[in-house]
């Protein structure tokens, strides 16, 4: 006899389940279970990874759902196999989640009646109903309610008759509790009485016991209550996936106390009826791997779409070929890049682009994807028509067809690229194409394509946030009980290692050493918790927490969607997504399209829209920028690209030293090797060696030469890679991707045997095919996509672009959109360092949103950034609406009579000077205003009059109460300012932060950025500043090494930490704010300069150089 | 902090009327089910079918460690029994009497936890 698990949570029940699906499947298959099921709470979030670990292991698979029913409780509802089953299974989970927002998901027992019920023309059910300790009637039966269990059995059976099983469960519980063997044989009872038949389930959570103390804790963070008050523990830790054995003894146990004459064999059979009927064909049931696309009526096409789509392409290369002759006739100065003719005649590059398109158009009528290529094209079309500034992205890049559809600007043969780097007859996925839009308009767009496609077709991508290692400090440390502000501490010093490593951790990192020594010393006192803390955060590692909406992922499909995946509502934007994340995609067929909001797309849109405000000039980035500008290289050159795209990191600063990219192809080369393989790999030295003449350029083989002359005969690019082995094996580009991937997989092996063969059948020496296979083997599997650089290298060039000539307008669109990887404050400290006047906010100025405003410095006009008011913390969206209404203010009375804002915003403003502009000697009245504001409590003398009538003119009375104001306070000091600016905006407008702590500066010696690049190699230094990265890229020995920036207001100071420098630092390496540190100086390049630091202290602390000094002077 | 709790600790669990610990030997039948016991070095045999049930602990007060692959750390294995001495003098009256005996999962050793 066999045994299935009808009721059976994973981890993604989250804060629930403990185990992935995989390992719940494998242990069934090791029992010989012939099906099990999955029946998460809520959702089918695991359902596509149970089914694939269901098809690889040869299990049935059943899928259900553990729903809460309108006021009775939960019940767990299956899927049955009948037509329709699956689908009544999505649409019941989706109408639970069809809930106000704010509310859990829950359905009504009528729900469950229709969507149960057989579909037109069926006599099956879709779906069974078990009615089990969780729901109304299992809770009366736990409290010896005889009579209400029945009666509510009977009003369950009345409303769902055959589609209603009871659910017999024992945990084993001590006798008289829930989940004791006495309530399974009551519910056993009332089931009998009542004529429902019952199954036996084990309310399955754990694989073993073993995971129960991790239940335990994610039932204490469920009710957010430490471990000692949570009155929702399980009983006992026996909801574990039992063997079949262990079940068959528990029904024997069950019914040996039970009066009734249900016997162990007839409750074991009537699990396993049903557990046939519930037994799904992932193929049949679910369209299992079949590509669902939308109809090609929806797209407009009546006929072939192979036909359509190759039309599309060859008008969309015409009008392209048509452009290009004017531009080359021209000199254009638009988007071209270098080699873009290569010598090659008009008429080669019309016959060479011809031939390319009847390829590619060839292997997407292969594969049927000519309907996939004609959607995402309307939604290109869709988010051009809107005005969004937009740019496709990825391997997609390397299609001709992306390119003549107009989805992707960049000509795939003018820089080189791959068609089967995309797509090819050999790769069974399906094809993946990316759009970078707006970031402040990716909502909108996603309403457009729900508008144009039906909303039946259209649904957004899931994603599943997992523990990671502060996450699992942060609850275990709730469950644990332990005070909020030691959680706090605790978190803050944890730095990216895994949580399940956490023991190993406190052993290995210098940042955890201190943590450790009070593990030890409360062990010995007999305090235990830390080290609980630390088994228990292990445990919670990489479990599903909360589910949330995938950044760019849209699935488009056909009329069918919304029968083949539950849709929930998006937290970010109210539309519908799917309960099924990335991985589910393929498996599913679902195609999905990336509508990747960038904020750098927003920034860039927001600067020109400023421009054109102020000056009236219109810029087509595209086609009216010069992309070999002297004055941007100049810039980019000099290493001050904070606010560009991908190139402002640390790190990547760095780099841009030691290389100086003099044109767009070089940012190609430069975004491709700041990438983990690559720098990881040590292709990024004999590159830099190369182009500097350092070293001589050589290639193994005359025939690499055409290959890898563009980056001095070093492998960089994927495209290089399969051109190597296709030119040396004559295995088409197709298998020669193919043969790229084994190796990133670690699958070299058969890849070696096979190049060495073939190149030798070719007459290639055995020294150069030792030669090449070294090379492809060091940097084959590492190198980065061409196609993806080239995409990226044009907004990296907007970006530097704007900055080198419109440095306000741009700084202007990054405040707005705050699109990098620093805080604002640091883009506002560039701001400064540029000579950008930074406009205070001013309650008759500043808006919701920075604007450049026309000003002068010494006589000279220039254009400066006026601060906006959303910066203000506490400031809510509404007095943000009535100050833009009202504005201007002719006094605070007339400021606080018609903005009506609270007193706290009032307040403040007056702090950060934004009513300055309504104090008759302005910022020298502020402190005396703050005085009078905080000793008046903001009484303002009278009450505000009643509301004036619309349209009728206020006098121009003076301001009696600014009038009142006893004056002599005196003037703030800057640092003052600074303070209260930072308190509240987080910004340091008027001046740098680290002017507070110039007097700590001075007394240790304290070297500045700007001075770093005068000081010779080697020279010892104390630099100080506010951190505003750290980073732990990958590193070729795999040590880990700390990367550190400081801004001290004269630009960034890079430091590195290798092992013993964080010994030195501990804790504060990774938790303090402000940092001064002790280092040597090392140059890297012509422009490149780092600290290589010793130790560093937190700059507020005690021990720091200088603070004694400081202290002294001070006193 | 309240006290540490062990289950082999001779100390009376908080909740209970006549709560202590001693230890028991219990010998089980092929279907695993307790069937004879030696008590206070007395053999007793179970007279009853045994009713078995897990009894949940607080083990982040009582436990220092939780990493996993502690057996028994969330809740251990209880049987009641009623047993009555096997051998009875002809002066004595024999006692059926109730008892909670508790295994512990990782050293398989059995004690009294209650006596009815």
């Not at chain 1, 409780?73 to 089953?85: D, E, I, N, W």
């Not at chain 1, 987080?986 to 005068?1014: C, K, N, W, Y």
Request: one cysteine or more.
């Amino acid at each position: 006899m066999t045994f299935t698990h009808l009721n059976v949570a994973s981890s993604f029940s989250s804060h629930y389940g403990t185990n992935r699906p995989q390992e719940l499947v494998a242990a069934a298959a090791a029992d010989g279970m012939r099906a099990l099921a999955i029946t998460d709470r809520d959702g089918l979030y695991g359902a596509v990874k149970h089914i694939g670990a269901c098809v690889d292991l040869g299990v049935a698979p059943i899928l259900g759902v553990s729903l809460a029913v309108e006021e009775r409780g939960r019940a767990v509802v299956l899927a049955s196999g009948a037509s329709g089953g699956y689908a009544a299974l999505c649409q019941l989970i989706s109408r639970a989640h069809e809930r106000p927002q704010g509310e859990s998901a829950r359905v009504s027992l009528q729900d469950l009646a229709e969507f149960a019920a057989p579909a037109a023309g069926e006599v099956r059910r879709r779906l069974f109903v078990l009615a089990g300790p969780e729901c109304e009637i299992g809770e009366a039966a736990a409290s010896r309610d005889y009579r209400s269990t029945r009666a509510l059995l009977r009003q369950w059976r009345e409303v769902l008759g055959e589609a209603l099983r009871v659910e017999v469960v024992s945990h084993l519980a001590p006798p008289g509790e829930a989940l004791s063997t006495a309530h399974a044989v009551r519910m056993l009872s009332a089931a009998q009485v009542s004529r429902v038949t019952p199954v036996l389930t084990n309310a399955v959570r754990l694989l073993s016991t073993d995971e129960a103390a991790t239940a335990d804790v994610l039932d204490a963070v469920r009710v957010l209550s430490d471990l000692h008050h949570t009155a929702a523990l399980q009983p006992t830790d026996q909801g574990w996936l039992k063997p079949a054995a262990q079940m068959e003894a528990l029904a024997a146990e069950i019914c040996a106390a039970s009066t009734t004459s249900t016997s162990a064999e007839e409750l074991l059979e009537n699990t396993e009826r049903l557990a046939r009927q519930c037994e799904l064909d992932p193929v049949t049931d679910m369209g299992w791997g079949q590509p669902k696309v939308p109809e090609a009526t929806v797209i407009g096409i009546e006929g072939d779409p192979d036909e359509e789509l190759r039309a599309r392409c060859e008008a969309g290369l015409a009008e392209m070929l048509a452009a290009e002759e004017q531009a080359s006739a021209g000199q254009g100065s638009g988007l071209e890049p270098e080699g873009a003719a290569q010598g090659n005649t008009a008429q080669e590059n019309v016959g060479t682009a011809r031939a390319r398109l009847e390829h590619e158009l060839s292997i997407i009528a292969d594969l049927g994807f000519a309907p996939y290529f004609l959607t995402v094209a309307e939604v290109a079309r869709l988010i051009r028509e809107m005005g969004v500034r937009a740019a496709a992205r990825g391997s997609a890049v390397s299609s001709l067809v992306v390119h003549a559809l107009g989805i992707s600007p960049i000509d795939p043969l003018q820089h080189g690229l791959i068609f089967e780097r995309f797509l090819s007859r050999r790769r069974s996925t399906l094809p993946d194409i990316d759009i970078d839009v707006e970031s402040a308009e990716r909502h909108r767009i996603y309403r457009a394509v729900f508008k144009r496609f039906g909303s039946q077709r259209v649904t957004l991508m899931s994603m599943q946030n997992a523990y990671r290692i502060r996450g699992a400090v942060r609850d275990a440390g709730l469950a644990l009980g332990l005070p909020e502000e030691e959680i706090d501490q605790l978190a803050e010093i944890m730095w990216r290692f895994p949580a399940r490593e956490f023991r190993r951790a406190l052993e290995e990192k210098p940042e955890l050493r201190s943590l450790a020594e009070r593990i030890e010393t409360e062990r010995t006192s007999g305090r235990q918790q830390l080290d609980l803390l630390v088994d228990l955060s292990e445990r919670l590692d990489r479990l599903p927490r909360h589910i949330s909406t995938h950044p760019c992922g849209v699935i488009l499909g056909n009329n069918n969607l919304l029968k083949l995946t539950p849709v929930e509502r998006s937290g970010v934007n109210g539309l519908p997504m799917s309960q099924f994340d990335k991985d589910d995609m393929d498996p599913m067929g679902f195609i999905k399209l990336d509508v990747l909001g960038v904020r750098m797309q927003s920034a860039i849109a927001y600067a020109l829209t400023e421009l054109q405000r102020t000056t009236g000039e219109v810029i087509d980035m595209v086609k009216g920028v010069d992309y070999a500008d002297p004055a941007t290289f100049a810039m980019i050159q000099s290493t001050h690209t904070l606010g560009c795209f991908q190139i402002e990191s640390p790190g990547q600063r760095e780099l841009i030293g030691k290389l100086v990219p003099e044109t767009l192809n070089d940012l190609v080369v430069d975004i491709s090797l700041f990438r983990p393989g690559p720098m990881g790999s040590g292709m990024v030295k004999p590159y830099l060696e190369r182009r500097h003449g350092y070293e001589e350029v050589g290639y193994p083989h005359p025939d690499l030469e055409p290959i890898l002359d563009e980056t001095y005969g070093v492998v960089v690019f994927h495209e290089q890679v399969l051109r190597i082995f296709d030119t040396m094996t004559e295995c088409g580009l197709d298998v020669a991707d193919e043969l790229r991937r084994a190796m990133s997989k670690d699958k070299a092996g058969p890849v070696e045997i096979f190049f060495r063969e073939e190149a030798a059948k070719r007459n290639y020496s055995a020294a150069v095919i030792d030669r090449v296979w070294e090379i492809l083997l060091s940097f084959g599997s590492f190198g980065f996509c061409k196609a993806h650089g080239a995409a990226f290298a044009v907004p990296t060039y907007q970006s530097a672009w704007l900055k080198t000539h419109h440095p306000a307008h741009f700084l202007c669109g990054l405040f707005e959109h705050d699109p990098g990887m620093y805080p604002l404050r640091l883009l506002v400290s560039e701001a400064r360092r540029l000579g950008i006047p930074l406009l205070p906010m001013d309650v008759n100025r500043s808006t919701s949103s920075y604007h450049v405003e026309a000003t002068s410095v010494a006589g000279l006009p220039v254009w400066g950034i006026r601060m906006s008011l959303i910066g203000l913390k506490g400031i809510s969206k509404a007095e943000l609406r009535r100050i833009e209404a009202e504005q201007p203010f002719s006094s605070l009375a007339d400021l606080r009579d018609r903005s009506r804002l609270k007193r706290s915003t009032l307040r403040d403003l007056v702090k950060v000077g934004a009513l300055d502009c309504l104090l008759p000697e302005g910022r020298k009245g502020r402190k005396d205003l703050i005085q009078w504001v905080e000793s008046t409590n903001l009484e303002f003398g009278k009450k505000p009059p009643a509301r004036q009538v619309q349209g009728q003119l206020s006098l121009p009375i003076e301001d009696v109460e600014v009038a009142n104001m006893p004056t002599g306070a005196g003037e703030l000091q800057a640092r003052e300012i600074v303070t209260t600016e930072l308190d509240l905006t987080s910004l340091d407008t008027s001046g740098h932060v680290m002017e507070i702590h110039r007097p700590v500066l001075e007394a240790a010696g304290a070297t500045f950025a700007e001075q770093l690049l005068s000081l010779r190699n080697g020279a010892t230094v104390r630099v100080a500043g506010i951190r505003v990265a750290t980073q732990t890229p990958p590193m070729a020995s795999g040590k880990r090494v700390v990367f550190i920036t400081l801004d001290d207001g004269t630009g960034c100071v890079d430091l590195s930490f290798f092992e013993e420098a964080q010994y030195n630092t501990g804790e504060c390496l990774f938790a303090a704010k402000m940092l001064m540190a002790e280092g040597t100086i090392r140059r890297t390049g012509p422009r490149a300069v780092t600290v290589q630091a010793t130790r560093a202290w937190d700059l507020r602390g005690e021990t720091v150089p200088g603070q004694l000094r400081a202290a002294a002077g001070s006193a | 902090m309240s006290t540490v709790i062990r289950p082999e600790a001779d100390r009376a669990p908080r909740r209970g009327a006549v709560t202590f610990t001693e230890s028991i030997e219990v010998e089980c039948d092929e279907q695993s089910l307790p069937h004879r016991v030696i008590w206070q070095e007395r053999r007793h045999l179970v007279v009853e079918t045994p009713i078995r049930w897990f009894q949940r602990r607080s083990w982040w007060l009582e436990e220092p460690r939780a990493e996993r692959g502690r057996p028994g750390l969330v809740a251990h294995e209880m049987w009641r029994l009623q047993v009555e001495p096997e051998a009875v003098s002809r002066t004595e009256v024999a006692e059926v009497r109730t008892i909670d005996v508790s295994r512990h999962l990782a050293s398989g050793r059995w004690r009294v936890v209650r006596v009815h």
